[in-house]
């Protein structure tokens, strides 16, 4: 995926624009991410799990120094197996945890694709607002006003590999791949408003890091379609 600043920063003649940032691992890509971004007056937010292979106190500690907003990608309701009760103690642990480092406000679930729950369902019997919680990108946004752009699973719009982290909208744009979307964007065809959800960890800073990538991505991605295929 070779995406230039001067490409990311043609998203920036936009009147709205959000940039969305998943660690769902390698929190040393999103620092880089985030420093790049800086040189390039960009503001972020980032949303990091609460698990070893994404919280790291050290490079939270420098986004936050470099400007970017830190949120909650919390997971509660998977981590507890579908129990409510142990769902929203982790929950709230968690968020403390993070507040010790940014006064988080605001939380985004992360997806889980081979767990069988789904973690907005905690807020069928709790109220987020009630832990001082202002935003909740899948419960908080209109996307018939918004629209929604993300690289999940380092695919652009593939439902096959996606099974969460999706919203339902009125726009039909072809967003399936890179140069699909730079291409709208530079004939100004795409709405005002929009989020873009990009994981760091998907992106490489070198032709040998892209492949390597690719390829841990490829395997993985098939074992999801395989899982997810079975599942509906």
């Known amino acids: 995926m070779d995406f230039t600043f001067t490409q990311y920063q043609n998203l920036l003649k936009y009147k709205q624009i959000s940039f969305r940032h998943d660690v769902d691992r390698r929190p040393e890509k999103s620092l880089k991410m985030a420093q790049l971004e800086h040189q390039h007056g960009i503001k972020a937010t980032y949303y990091f799990r609460l698990k070893p292979e994404s919280f ?3 490079i939270i500690k420098e986004i936050i120094n470099l400007g970017h907003e830190i949120g909650y990608h919390y997971e509660s309701l998977c981590d507890s197996k579908g129990d409510f009760a142990l769902g929203i103690g982790d929950f709230k642990q968690n968020l403390e945890k993070l507040r010790k480092l940014y006064p988080v406000k605001k939380i985004a ?3 889980r694709p081979t767990s069988p729950y789904d973690s907005r369902d905690l807020w069928k ?3 987020y607002r009630e832990f001082g919680i202002e935003y909740e990108p899948y419960f908080d946004t ?3 006003e918004v629209l929604y752009i993300t690289d999940a699973g380092r695919a652009w719009g593939d439902d096959s590999i996606n099974r969460r982290d999706r919203v339902t909208s009125k726009y039909d744009f072809d967003l399936t791949s890179l140069e699909k979307i730079l ?3 530079e ?3 795409l709405p005002e408003k929009i989020i873009m959800n990009i994981h760091p ?3 490489a800073e070198s032709n040998l890091e892209w ?3 690719w390829g841990k991505r490829k395997v993985r991605n098939f074992v999801k379609r395989v899982y997810l295929r079975v599942k509906r």
């Open 201 to 203: 960890e998907h992106w």
């Open 211 to 213: 492949w390597v990538i």
């Open 109 to 111: 679930m992360h997806g």
């Open 125 to 127: 019997k709790y109220d």
């Open 187 to 189: 004939k100004g065809q």
């Open 142 to 144: 209109d996307y018939n």
């Open 183 to 185: 291409k709208l964007l």
């Open 56 to 58: 790291n106190e050290e």
